[in-house]
């Protein structure tokens, strides 16, 4: 089970999520959003870790999208994507984690991106509420192709590490305030997946 820590805007919280033991982290390329990140910036962050760095992308052409993810380690697109647009991106042997909402009409949607090789996310489909369980026993299966997302903190994470998912996402839920990490939170959030939450 890995970390992802998402959301990240500077060199301090990447060497952060680093340290304290972050599998990746993931970067925001959309604007007029409080974690935006331009492109130079996240070539900065890139290269102060050794941990993979991924460019989060919800608009734009697939193709700029996978030419921007030849310059990480991967590109996440959180948006449900054409069949069309998974052909390209399929072609491209780009690394994509690509967005599933945590609702039963996707459920097929997600089996074809894991048959093409991709890391489905699940995720909510609306800002403010928690990745529901009852969603993960649907899917329960194929949850170690997955990974999710959505109202995750270093509190309740515990809830789901039974799910053995292969990617546990965190970005809000580890935050002093949008864009700037707190270390504790990181912390307890990557020893709560890493360790079941045990005392160390």
């Given at each position: 089970m890995k970390v992802k820590i998402c959301g990240i805007t500077n060199v301090g919280d990447a060497k952060l999520?680093?340290?304290?033991?972050?599998?990746?982290?993931?970067?925001?390329g959309e604007e007029?959003?409080?974690?935006?990140v331009?492109?130079?910036?996240?070539?900065?962050?890139?290269?102060s870790v050794s941990i993979n760095v991924i460019y989060v992308k919800q608009s734009g052409n697939i193709n700029d999208i996978v030419k921007i993810g030849?310059?990480?380690?991967?590109?996440?697109?959180?948006?449900?994507?054409?069949?069309?647009?998974l052909n390209?991106?399929?072609?491209?042997?780009?690394?994509?984690?690509?967005?599933i909402p945590a609702l039963p009409e996707y459920i097929?949607?997600?089996?074809?991106?894991?048959?093409k090789g991709f890391t489905p996310l699940i995720d909510v489909h609306k800002k403010g509420v928690q990745l529901p369980i009852s969603f993960l026993e649907k899917v329960k299966e194929k949850l170690r192709f997955a990974g999710i997302a959505g109202?995750?903190?270093?509190?309740?994470?515990?809830?789901?590490?039974?799910?053995k998912a292969k990617i546990y996402d965190v970005s809000s839920g580890v935050e002093k305030y949008p864009g700037k990490k707190d270390e504790v939170k990181v912390e307890k959030?990557?020893?709560a997946v890493k360790y079941g939450n045990q005392e160390h």
């Amino acid at each position: 089970m890995k970390v992802k820590i998402c959301g990240i805007t500077n060199v301090g919280d990447a060497k952060l999520a680093e340290e304290k033991g972050a599998d990746m982290i993931g970067i925001v390329g959309e604007e007029n959003t409080p974690r935006f990140v331009n492109l130079e910036r996240a070539n900065e962050i890139k290269k102060s870790v050794s941990i993979n760095v991924i460019y989060v992308k919800q608009s734009g052409n697939i193709n700029d999208i996978v030419k921007i993810g030849r310059l990480f380690d991967g590109v996440q697109i959180h948006r449900v994507l054409f069949l069309s647009e998974l052909n390209e991106l399929e072609k491209s042997s780009v690394n994509a984690i690509l967005y599933i909402p945590a609702l039963p009409e996707y459920i097929q949607y997600m089996n074809t991106i894991i048959e093409k090789g991709f890391t489905p996310l699940i995720d909510v489909h609306k800002k403010g509420v928690q990745l529901p369980i009852s969603f993960l026993e649907k899917v329960k299966e194929k949850l170690r192709f997955a990974g999710i997302a959505g109202g995750l903190t270093p509190e309740n994470v515990i809830n789901y590490l039974n799910y053995k998912a292969k990617i546990y996402d965190v970005s809000s839920g580890v935050e002093k305030y949008p864009g700037k990490k707190d270390e504790v939170k990181v912390e307890k959030f990557i020893e709560a997946v890493k360790y079941g939450n045990q005392e160390h």
